[in-house]
């Protein structure tokens, strides 16, 4: 396979990842189905409009088109926790003003140069091989001890335990359950198969077609 298929493919499948990422992180009717599913009014004391209203404020942070300090409405928040979240923003920051950008600017060039020289469309066929790598590893460790996996998770990505928060000085955590973060990578998970479903499906039509005109 010719190495611009395999550049094209890497970049096709990193688009997806990043763009599966920032649709979930938008995507606020998950959240407010847990805050159903795990009875937060009820556990936390806080009223569904003051959950909902400081749930808002940190994914509106975690915008790229934010300026500014993480605010929470009604909840306190510690120093640590205030630095954790803006190293939480960096990231998905990356993600969605360099990561998806400049991978679906890689994919579209890649495509276009590929079809302009009328090559088979085996791009496609890797991006779906690719693409379903990476849930099936993060599925299996996901399914075989969630736990261990967000403690790693967190262990990889920040330099330190500021992600370990206090109710009692951060109680941000009461309304941000274990499960809620299960649900978003699993969404994420989800978005990701089915884009890898299309992509393949999308090349055995090409090859098709590519057949009954030859």
């Known amino acids: 396979m010719h190495l611009k298929h395999f550049l094209t493919a890497l970049a096709l499948t990193l688009c997806i990842i990043s763009a599966s990422v920032v649709i979930?992180?938008?995507?606020?009717?998950?959240?407010?189905?847990d805050m159903g599913i795990y009875n937060l009014s009820e556990e936390t004391g806080y009223t569904d409009a003051e959950i909902r209203e400081n749930y808002n404020a940190l994914i509106e942070y975690n915008s790229v088109f934010y300026q500014g300090e993480l605010n929470f409405p009604?909840?306190?928040m510690s120093k640590e926790a205030q630095i954790h979240f803006v190293e939480v923003k960096r990231i998905f920051v990356f993600i969605?003003?360099?990561?998806?950008?400049?991978?679906?600017?890689?994919?579209?060039?890649?495509?276009w140069y590929l079809k302009k020289k009328k090559q088979k469309p085996a791009y496609l066929k890797l991006t779906s091989v690719l693409s379903l790598a990476?849930?099936?590893?993060?599925?299996?460790?996901?399914?075989?001890n969630w736990d261990q996996f967000f403690v790693t998770f967190?262990?990889?990505?920040?330099?330190?335990?500021?992600?370990?928060f206090d109710a009692s000085t951060d109680p941000i955590i009461l309304l941000l359950?274990?499960?809620?973060?299960?649900?978003?990578?699993?969404?994420?998970?989800?978005?990701?198969i089915l884009s890898s479903l299309l992509c393949f499906i999308l090349y055995r039509k090409k090859s098709i077609n590519s057949k009954n005109h030859s």
């Open 24 to 33: 979930t992180l938008n995507f606020k009717p998950l959240y407010y189905i």
């Open 74 to 76: 009604s909840l306190p």
């Open 96 to 111: 969605q003003a360099v990561l998806f950008p400049l991978s679906l600017i890689g994919s579209i060039i890649g495509i």
């Open 134 to 144: 990476l849930p099936a590893i993060l599925g299996i460790l996901i399914a075989l």
């Open 154 to 164: 967190h262990e990889i990505f920040f330099n330190n335990d500021y992600w370990i």
């Open 177 to 192: 359950p274990d499960g809620y973060f299960m649900h978003c990578a699993l969404m994420i998970l989800g978005l990701i």
